[in-house]
């Protein structure tokens, strides 16, 4: 079993519409959690983190997190053709000196 | 401009042929790490350094080595490659450990090891 799984994709959203990507992770005791952003042939780049249950909002995006299902996901509000790319979890361990990362979301977003 | 540089950017080598991939840093940052990135697979941890001279284990660390003589500096080393290390292989650092910390990434380096 992966320690961080999302599923592949591609998530196909039409412009406008919300994104909704999921990551789950296997450590009950992962403490940190972060969405990276990367683009075709370039290097991630941060999204967001989140440490704390709840929702963390910025811009369009929004983290929530859920330890006890042990859940982080990510929403895109009005989705645009420039969001197109593959979507990176993170998730940092107890002793937060590894980071540990799932296979990563494809979408598309569709004009 | 802060920055994480990779060299070479691209490499075409045979198997058994010691190679190393330089890694840079000008942020000052503790942390450095190595990831490889393999279709599906996401990013995979080699190795990281929490500071000089400290270095450990990542999650696929079989055929690699590192040194952290300078904190600036991360190379990442091939003793013997092997063509299963062909891959797209990224250099990372933060100002310390990870759990509280975004990573800064390299442009990255894509190896194919023939």
């Not at chain 1, 403490?31 to 999204?47: A, C, D, N, T, V």
């Not at chain 1, 997190?65 to 969001?83: C, E, F, G």
């Not at chain 2, 190795?47 to 590192?66: H, I």
Request: aromatic fraction near 10%.
């Amino acid at each position: 079993q992966k320690e961080v799984e999302q599923n592949s994709g591609p998530l196909s959203v039409p412009e406008g519409a919300i994104a909704s990507l999921n990551c789950t992770y296997s450590d009950r005791g992962s403490q940190s959690f972060f969405w990276y952003r990367q683009y075709s042939g370039k290097s991630p780049e941060l999204i967001m983190f989140i440490y704390s249950n709840g929702d963390k909002e910025d811009g369009r995006f929004t983290a929530q997190l859920n330890k006890a299902s042990q859940y982080v996901s990510l929403l895109i509000r009005d989705s645009q053709p420039s969001d197109s790319a593959t979507y990176l979890c993170a998730v940092s361990g107890a002793a937060g000196n590894k980071l540990t990362f799932g296979g990563g979301t494809r979408v598309l977003v569709k004009p | 401009e802060a920055q994480v540089t990779q060299n070479p950017r691209y490499l075409i080598t045979v198997t058994g042929k010691k190679l190393t991939v330089t890694c840079s840093q000008n942020m000052n940052h503790e942390y450095m790490s190595w990831y490889r990135q393999d279709p599906g697979l996401g990013l995979r941890q080699i190795y990281y350094s929490m500071n000089v001279e400290v270095t450990d284990k990542g999650d696929v660390p079989e055929g690699y080595k590192v040194s952290r003589k300078e904190k600036r500096n991360f190379p990442l080393i091939l003793e013997s490659p092997s063509p299963n290390q062909t891959s797209l292989y990224f250099c990372a650092s933060s100002p310390s450990a990870p759990g509280n910390q975004p990573q800064h990434f390299g442009d990255g380096t894509r190896l194919s090891i023939l």
